[in-house]
């Protein structure tokens, strides 16, 4: 499978704890965009990759979150002191620079009790 | 305040019903980006449309620049076509920070 996967695709973690989601894209993309999605939402934008700079921030990542693409290539999503309202499908999605298709993971649900 | 609006929300249908779902943007777009989200969270790309109208299948998505304006058409709609469809607008050159819709959650009964 050459898509865009997403580690662990559910969660469950207690209140306080750190929780880190890991996204491999297509290979060849050197754009890669994570977005939080709540139930009966559409998916909201938190942040986007150029190879391993991260070149835009949502003011919805809050100091708890932190994202990494270390080597242009997986990213890793961070959740640290987790609140029950981070309860929500974390999507990770990437594409070319200057493409116009954009291929989505299958997203990681987060539940936090 | 969203900048994308979908509708109808929430939309029943029987099959073989011609179905239609509508998307209106506020701001300027490159493209405009129609989704499918099935129960599980997956999304797969249907449609990235600048111009005109677009045909795979039994879906067409058409848009209307000057109007802001897109829809999504399902022909001879079935069981299977029951998902969320979300519209996405794409405002800069790439596939910059897509800004989406909340979804239209169709369910076409048998």
């Known amino acids: 499978d050459t898509g865009v996967s997403q580690d662990p695709r559910h969660k469950i973690t207690k209140r306080g704890q750190n929780v880190t989601f890991r996204c491999d894209p297509i290979s060849e993309h050197n754009r890669l965009y994570w977005y939080r999605q709540t139930l009966g939402q559409g998916p909201e934008f938190l942040t986007y990759f150029q190879n391993e700079a991260q070149l835009e921030k949502s003011r919805l990542l809050s100091d708890r979150f932190s994202a990494e693409r270390p080597k242009g290539s997986f990213s890793t999503l961070e959740i640290q002191r987790t609140e029950q309202g981070d309860s929500a499908m974390y999507l990770c999605a990437s594409s070319l620079q200057g493409g116009n298709t954009i291929y989505f993971g299958e997203g990681s649900w987060l539940t936090v009790v | 305040k969203n900048e994308v609006e979908q509708s109808p929300q929430n939309l029943t249908a029987q099959e073989g019903e011609f179905i239609t779902i509508n998307c209106s943007y506020s701001v300027g777009i490159s493209a405009l980006h129609w989704l499918q989200q099935h129960p599980g969270g997956g999304i797969v790309s249907l449609f990235m449309l600048s111009s005109g109208k677009k045909k795979h299948g039994r879906l067409i998505a058409t848009i209307n620049i000057q109007e802001k304006h897109s829809s999504l058409h399902i022909t001879a709609s079935h069981p299977r076509d029951s998902a969320v469809y979300i519209c996405?607008?794409?405002?800069?050159?790439?596939?910059?920070?897509?800004?989406f819709g909340k979804g239209t959650h169709l369910i076409i009964q048998p």
């Open positions: 996405a607008a794409q405002l800069g050159g790439g596939a910059d920070g897509l800004t």
